[in-house]
């Protein structure tokens, strides 16, 4: 019987002993998956410590592209209303030039009638007189509307081109 408890105890102690190893191993294995760990926290707290410190840039990288942009699109607005604006003293012009056209055309009725039926011939030569000085003064507003409609026309081809230039700047 003492051989047997011998033998009870002595696997005991190696179930003990077992234990006791398993126990170690599971520590070792806690302190590398704990170190492990630690390097996977560094790399991270790393990482964000490098993004946090670019942040600042990118920041103001977006601020000067933002206002890159916002200055871009008040050119835009500018050259747009500047070009509305000449576009309407275009067609402001256009219409005085029409109506001066038309004068015109009324006045050369108005002379013709004068001069070309032979019933006519008797008329005074200051009647004709003021029929010339009519058409010279229409001919005057037409060439002060042509040369208004020739200056807008500038305007819009040099607006015209400054459009391009900023559609080139906002397709960049």
């Known amino acids: 019987m003492d051989k047997r408890l011998l033998e009870q105890v002595q696997k005991a102690l190696q179930a003990q002993e077992d234990t006791i190893q398993r126990q170690k191993q599971m520590l070792d294995d806690k302190d590398q998956d704990i170190a492990e760990l630690t390097a ?6 790393q990482a964000q410590t490098q993004q946090a410190q670019r942040l600042p840039i990118l920041l103001e990288q977006l601020q000067n592209k933002i206002s890159e942009q916002i200055s871009v699109q008040s050119g835009w607005v ?6 509305a604006e000449t576009m309407r003293t275009l067609i402001t012009e256009s219409m005085t030039l029409c109506s001066a056209q038309i004068q015109l055309v009324e006045s050369m009725k108005e002379y013709r009638s004068a001069i070309v039926p032979q019933e006519n011939l008797n008329v005074s030569t200051e009647q004709l007189k003021g029929k010339l000085n009519d058409l010279r003064k229409v001919q005057i507003k037409l060439e002060t509307s042509q040369t208004k409609m020739t200056k807008s026309q500038t305007g819009i081809q040099e607006e015209l081109r400054q459009l391009d230039k900023l559609l080139t700047n906002l397709e960049k």
Do not use: G, I, P, T
């Open 40 to 45: 996977s926290l560094s790399k991270l707290a």
């Open 78 to 83: 500018s050259h747009r209303k500047n070009f």
